[in-house]
Structures are given as C-alpha cells and as structure tokens.
C-alpha cells in the first residue's frame, strides 16, 4: 500500500494535546450519597486536583486516539495498485442514446445506469496524473467536464447525466474526443456503450488507444417501426403501420390506435422473431388530424419488451398544413413537375374525360382545359380554351414585343421575363384582373379577386414558349401559389425524428411562434426573420405550433416527433464495434490504476466515534440510587 499525500501524517502531532488534557484535567464527578465518611475517595479527589499527575488507563482517551489515527490515514489518501481499463489521458465517451433507456439491467435498472456504475468504477482507479474528460453522447455531443484529474468533478459530472430520447451521433463525438489527443502518447478513449456505432464505423483510425466497454444483457423488444397516412382522391385515408420484433423469441402484442384522441381500435397480434408485421387499414375517419399509435404487452405474455420509448408512435393527417392542388390537363410535363416538387404542395393529378372529382381542393389548375362549371374555389388556368362568366378570349396575337413586369407587385417578385420568348397567345379581357406582364399585343398574365376566389390567367400555352426552361418558371409559380394560399409555417407532414431541428417560415405579418410540446411545456420565439430553427425535438409525441400576430392566431398546426431507428430499436449488445478496419472487442483490465481506500479508512473513523460518544455518556450518568459497594457497608 503506499499513499497520496503522505505529510498529512505530521498531523498526528495532535495526539500530544489529547494526551496532555487528560493528564491535566480535573477527575471529579458528582455522586449522591448518605454520607462522605465512608468514602475515602474524597481523598483521592483531593489529589487529582494536582495537575501533571500520572496518566492511567482510560477507554475514551484510546478510542479518541483511534479515531485521530484513521482520520490522519484517511487524510494520507491510501492506495493499492489495481488493474485498470485506461490511464494517462482518457476520454470517457458515455452512451446516452434511447437503446440506453432499455430496462434489462438488475432489478429493472437501465443500460445507462449500468453504464454509469462502470464508469464510477473507471473513475475509482485513476491514478495521481491521470487526467480525463466524459462526453455525453447522444444526438449532439455534450461535454459533462472537461480534463480534470479532479475525481469528484468527475463523480459530481456523471450523478447530473440522463440518456435521451433520440439517436447518438457517434461520428461528432468520436471527432471531439480524438481533438482532445494533443499527441499524448498515453492517450485513449474509453466506450461505454451498448454497440452500434452506425456512421462511425467508417471513420478513419482513431489516434490513441480505443476500449470499449459494452452494457446491456438482452435482445428482446418490440417496436412500432413505421407510421404513416395517406389520402388519395376520391378515397378514405388510409393508414400504414409496421410493427418489428426485435427479439429472437416470437411475442404477443396489442396494438392500440387513437384518433384525435379517442380510441378507434385495439387489435392482439403475434409476431414473430426477428420478423415484421405491416398494418393497412382504410378505416380512418374523413377529416381526422392527429393519430397516435400505442403497443402494450398482454399480461399473459412471457416476453420482456425491454424499450418503452419505440412502444409509441405519432403521425398527422396528410393533408394537415399543405396545400391540396388538382391539376386538370390533356398532358404537362412541365406543370406535373413544377407542382410536384414545390413545397407545401400536395399536388394530385385528375383526368379530363372523367371530368372534376366530387372531392374539394384548395386550388384548381387547368391547362388548355375549362369545366362546364368553374368549382367555387381558387383557379390558376393557363391556355383557356374558351370564355366564362370571368373573362373573355379574344383572338390570337403574335405582337409578343417590349414585355413590361408588374415588379413592384409582391407576385411578380425576382420574376425577369426580358429573356422570355413566346410565339403567341390569346387576348383575355377581365375587368376584374390586373396585368401582371404585358407585351405590346396585351397581358401574358392577368390575376386578381373576384366572387370571394382568386383567380390568375396564363394567357399562352407553355409548349409554344421556353418559359419553363427559364429560372423565372420556378419563381413565376412559387409567387403565385404563395398569393393563392400563404404557406404553411411547417411542411413536415411524415414527422420528424427525435432531435431533428425543424424550419419555421411564418407567413408576413406574424410577430411570434409558440410551441408546445408532448409534456405541456410551451416555448415561444419571437418572429424577426424569415425562417427560424427549431431544434428542441428532443421528446417523442405531438407538438403544436401556433403562429401569432399579437393575441391572433394566424395559424395552428400539429407535427409528430418518433423514434424510426432501428440502430436503437435493435437492442442486442454488441461484444465488439468496428472503428474503419479496426475491430475492437470488450476491453480487459490491462492498465495499472490507483484504487484509493481512505473511505474505507473514514467510515471506521466515524463508527468509532459513535462508540466513543456512546461510551461517555455511560459515564456522565448520574447514579440517583445507592450504589452497591455502599448497600454491603451498610448491610
């Protein structure tokens, strides 16, 4: 055994003092009796008022001793060379990711608990000039403390960690850690972990020495793996479900399904072992918005299901904050893609011989092509065939010189259209519409507010110029599908995962955005730019934006957070990860570190205080009976 801190044993000088008061003090306590001339201890009292007498036997002088000696040793700091998993310079990186919340340890204890333990114990055999730092690894890497030889930071770091809901990014820690080499040769990173490092594994060589030190005991869980909705035209919605056993054993399950709210159906299904399950279902109610997925497991099932966090999975109606646009035409490449990949577009496509769906949309778009009966709806019509009760086609015009853009209209923003050529269109007249590009023969572009719709007018057909080969065809559309319907703050109708960051772009006019989260929480953002980042997606359920202008809401929208990974849902540790071409297995013992043993040391300290406390106080209690040497004098 040798120690840390040696000089403390100069305090063992305070012996001296203690010794010293009991050879001086005053031996005298009070006792009731009959009478003092049958004590000859009287005289005896008398002399031990004498100071520097000789010093006898004493109980409480030899535990106070014994304390005073096992509190120096504690103060010494006592060790033992044990074997240790790293020394020198470590970089301690604890998985925090949401396979860690998984309850297969002792007694229902977590993975990151366990992991945790482990690294209490890494910390215990750091020896004198050891120095390192924790990484909490989870969706971003966080850095608990610094490099520090100082233990208790360390213990004091790990007591405040929690795992997360959401995947680790083992790329950026990994990077962050080998920063912190500064060409240390004794430099290593230690991985608690349960395995699967996912990009990581194709990162270069790592410098230093790499340990990895895996937790978790079992594979089994079951998991709802995908949840999604779509709506077809002329069709009920329809649902998609997948559930996964991650297990090698085959499990029952119930799946439960809600509906804004309300329970639609509850269903038992057995799945078998390392297989999945898909659901479809047709039986969603019109109109619906939110739904929310739910497995539980039967109470006569013998199969854990060891990972609550995937057991519970969101998703929003399809059409909930996008724009629904049908578009009726013989035939446009151009229009398909355009309305295809703008966002907030969910964009269907109809068939002219059928003619309109009974199904209302948003926006209608018609291309060289006009109803009997125009919807009561917004209308984009390019090349109209005919006249209506809005306009009137007139004849062909060539005169397509000199065009002139509206550029102070918020609809022709960013629009140049000096480059565009068109080889004839047709003459519109609406009283009702303002010109928005205009050649010498007449408007190319009418738009304007009439009946309680918006109406815009593409007066020539798209094949017979080159405006869609042109940067203004994108922006041209844009423009105007915004004037049509302003956009949606969030376009996220399939959810994000869990740690995500999300794109917020409040329409004009709104002065602040309000969150609330799964657990009530609400978080609000002051609107001062166009686009702002949310990045507090770090618990799995539904969120609510709700975008304001003062008191008003101007809208409100719902967007699922889930856990799809089946990194995390594939609970099974890993007996070894792969770093680029190395492998690396469960680390052994093979470094010397320090065991320190001065608690052990000052536990003692303290329990010989107890006995000393206990001791003296036997002795101060005050006889209030006659003694027993006294009763056989008298006797």
Not at 429 to 450: C, F, K, M, S, Y
Not at 569 to 577: D, E, G, M, T
Request: proline share 6%; aromatic share 8%.
């Amino acid at each position: 055994m040798s120690f840390l801190a040696p000089l403390a044993f100069i305090t063992g000088l305070l012996a001296v003092p203690i010794v010293l008061l009991y050879m001086l003090r005053l031996r005298r306590r009070e006792v009731i009796v009959s009478s003092t001339y049958l004590w000859q201890q009287v005289l005896r009292d008398s002399e031990a008022n004498t100071p520097w007498q000789r010093l006898r036997r004493n109980l409480l002088l030899f535990l106070q001793l014994l304390i005073l000696a096992f509190l120096i040793f504690s103060l010494a700091r006592p060790f033992i060379t044990v074997p240790a998993v790293s020394s020198g310079k470590t970089a301690l990186l604890l998985d925090a990711s949401a396979s860690m919340n998984a309850t297969d340890g002792q007694n229902g204890s977590t993975r990151f608990a366990a992991a945790v333990e482990r690294a209490q114990e890494i910390i215990a055999t750091m020896g004198l000039s050891d120095s390192m730092t924790i990484i909490r690894v989870a969706d971003v890497p966080e850095v608990l403390t610094p490099y520090t030889t100082d233990v208790n930071a360390l213990r004091a770091a790990l007591q405040n960690a929690r795992p997360s809901h959401a995947s680790a990014d083992w790329t950026a820690a990994l990077t962050l850690a080998a920063a912190g080499a500064g060409g240390d040769p004794n430099f290593s990173i230690v991985i608690l972990s349960d395995g699967g490092l996912g990009e990581a594994e194709t990162l270069p060589a790592i410098p230093g020495r790499v340990a990895y030190v895996p937790v978790g005991v079992s594979d089994s869980n079951l998991a709802i793996s995908a949840l999604a909705t779509r709506t077809l035209a002329g069709q009920s919605p329809q649902l998609f479900a997948q559930i996964t056993n991650y297990g090698q054993t085959n499990a029952d399950v119930i799946f439960s399904l809600r509906v804004d709210g309300t329970l639609l159906t509850s269903e038992r299904y057995t799945i078998p072992a390392q297989r999945s399950l898909p659901l479809v279902s047709q039986a969603l109610p019109q109109g619906f918005r939110t739904l929310q997925a739910n497995l539980t497991t039967p109470t006569d099932s013998t199969v854990p299901d060891y990972l609550a966090e995937d057991n519970a999975a969101y998703a929003i109606s399809s059409g909930t904050g996008a724009r629904r646009v049908l578009m009726m035409s013989d035939g446009n490449l151009f229009l398909e893609q355009m309305l295809r990949y703008l966002p907030g577009i969910e964009a269907f496509q109809g068939d002219i011989a059928i003619g309109l769906p009974q199904q209302p949309f948003d926006l209608y778009v018609f291309d060289s092509w006009l109803p009997e009966t125009l919807p009561q709806a917004d209308l984009l019509i390019f090349n109209p065939p005919r006249s209506s009760q809005y306009f009137t086609i007139g004849n062909l015009s060539q005169n397509v010189h000199n065009p002139t853009v509206e550029s102070a209209d918020p609809r022709m923003a960013f629009v140049d259209f000096s480059t565009i050529n068109v080889l004839q269109f047709k003459q519109v007249t609406a009283n009702w519409a303002q010109p928005l590009i205009r050649v010498d023969g007449g408007p190319l572009l009418l738009a304007g507010e009439i009946a309680g719709r918006q109406i815009a007018i593409v007066t020539f057909d798209l094949h017979e110029s080159d405006l869609p080969l042109n940067i203004a065809w994108p922006i041209l559309m844009s423009n105007l599908l915004e004037w049509f319907t302003p956009r949606s703050a969030i376009n996220v109708p399939d959810g994000l995962d869990v740690g995500q960051s999300l794109a917020l772009r409040p329409q004009t006019g709104a002065t602040m955005l309000r969150i609330t989260r799964p657990d009530g929480s609400t978080r609000d953002s002051i609107v001062d730019r166009e686009t702002l980042i949310y990045a507090e997606t770090d618990q799995i359920g539904l969120y609510t934006l709700e975008v304001l202008r003062g008191q008003d809401v101007l809208e409100s929208a719902p967007f699922a957070v889930n856990l799809f990974d089946a990194g995390e849902s594939q609970i099974a540790p890993r007996s070894q990860i792969a770093l680029g071409d190395t492998i690396v297995v469960e680390s052994q013992r093979e470094e010397l570190g320090q065991f320190e043993v001065w608690p052990l040391a000052a536990l003692l300290a303290l329990l010989i205080l107890l006995i000393e406390w206990q001791v003296y106080h036997r002795r101060m209690r005050v006889p209030t009976v006659m003694g027993p040497a006294l009763r056989r004098r008298r006797a």
